[in-house]
């Protein structure tokens, strides 16, 4: 317990600055100065600037950082609102493209003292009233398959928002956007496929038709496999995720070397080809998009297109803040540019396919 200017308090409990004034002898303005650097205009010696920090730490004085952001009208809290489907686990399940696109924007977002809020159902419980109703100081929306509704509201949200998995051009440079170069990622793979000897070549994906990328990325592996002069890739588009690849992979249309719509497929590709004895990379090679450290837990080992998810996240931050301090401000398109990790699901070694 610890007596201070005649009033008896537990230390660190609700000490405010008239209370550090008193024990150090000046006045709140001069405390507001040396803790938290505020009235420039007050010039304070550096005898006293110590005497205030002695006070304070003896007193136990600690910011009231819900006073200090109210003051400031600001939340130091980001809302994260996502796409992806509810009902299973967000970061242990899949191909782990959840947890490596939120290391990113956790990163960015602690490199500015903001906290992050995740909302998966801000845009279902009356969104209209949640994305513009003050607790945040900004939000980062992303989803592969945005539905109309969601667009329409976050078309006319008020608030700072970055959209990560878009062009600025599909929300009429209302809000920043953040995307893949989704072309120059298919060119990766396609390269790839082709310098190892592969010309027939597949593009599977699952049923997600509005989904902006992933009709970038198909048309991309038909463009480019006109410029790489061989025969146009197929695009497979599957009712499921298990029955239809087994279909497509036994039947006499299969490819030597398949391009995933993202690393998620891989599992099934993998199980339908044992079950059917096709071997992985001997008869057909396969490439995924993104990535992320799930490769390595497959067997053999993925090789895949690298959407860099993380730096992604973080450059959302950087766009979301630079938002939030001039709302005024151009929304800019952020494109980020694809790498390739080749692994082991790829070969050269492309064997004479037997049709089952």
């Not at 992806?84 to 782990?96: A, K, T």
């Not at 989704?182 to 049923?207: C, D, T, W």
């Not at 993925?302 to 959407?307: A, C, E, N």
Request: glycine share 8%; proline share 4%.
């Amino acid at each position: 317990m610890n007596q201070a200017n005649g009033l008896i308090k537990k230390k660190g409990s609700n000490i405010t600055m008239k209370d550090v004034a008193a024990r150090a002898g000046v006045t709140s303005v001069v405390v507001s100065k040396v803790l938290h650097g505020k009235a420039s205009n007050v010039r304070v010696s550096a005898g006293t600037a110590e005497r205030v920090k002695i006070a304070a730490e003896e007193l136990g004085y600690r910011v009231n950082v819900w006073a200090q952001n109210f003051r400031n009208q600001e939340t130091k809290t980001i809302g994260i609102l996502h796409g992806i489907g509810f009902g299973r686990p967000l970061f242990s399940s899949g191909s782990h493209y959840f947890s490596v696109l939120m290391d990113g924007i956790v990163e960015g977002a602690f490199a500015y003292d903001l906290s992050v809020t995740l909302c998966p159902k801000l845009l279902q419980d009356n969104p209209e009233v949640a994305i513009n109703d003050g607790r945040f100081d900004g939000l980062v929306w992303y989803s592969t398959t945005p539905n109309p509704v969601n667009h329409r509201l976050v078309l006319e949200c008020q608030m700072p928002l970055v959209i990560i998995h878009a062009h600025a051009a599909q929300y009429e440079y209302r809000h920043p956007t953040i995307i893949c170069d989704n072309r120059q990622g298919i060119r990766n793979g396609l390269n790839h496929l082709v310098e190892l000897g592969h010309e027939k070549i597949a593009f599977i994906s699952v049923p997600s038709d509005s989904a902006l990328e992933l009709q970038e990325r198909a048309h991309a592996v038909q463009a480019e496999s006109e410029t790489l002069g061989i025969e146009k890739a197929e695009w497979v588009k599957l009712a499921d995720y298990d029955r239809s690849i087994e279909e497509y992979l036994r039947s006499n249309r299969r490819a030597t070397g398949i391009l995933l719509q993202h690393d998620g497929l891989a599992p099934y590709v993998y199980q339908a080809a044992a079950r059917l004895g096709i071997r992985i990379p001997e008869d057909v090679s396969v490439v995924g998009f993104d990535s992320t450290p799930f490769c390595e837990q497959l067997r053999p080992s993925l090789t895949s297109i690298s959407q860099p998810l993380s730096l992604m996240g973080e450059k959302a931050i950087d766009l979301l803040v630079e938002r939030i301090n001039n709302p005024s401000s151009l929304a800019r398109e952020l494109v980020i540019p694809c790498g390739l990790d080749v692994r082991e699901s790829t070969s050269s070694n492309v064997a004479q396919v037997i049709y089952q």
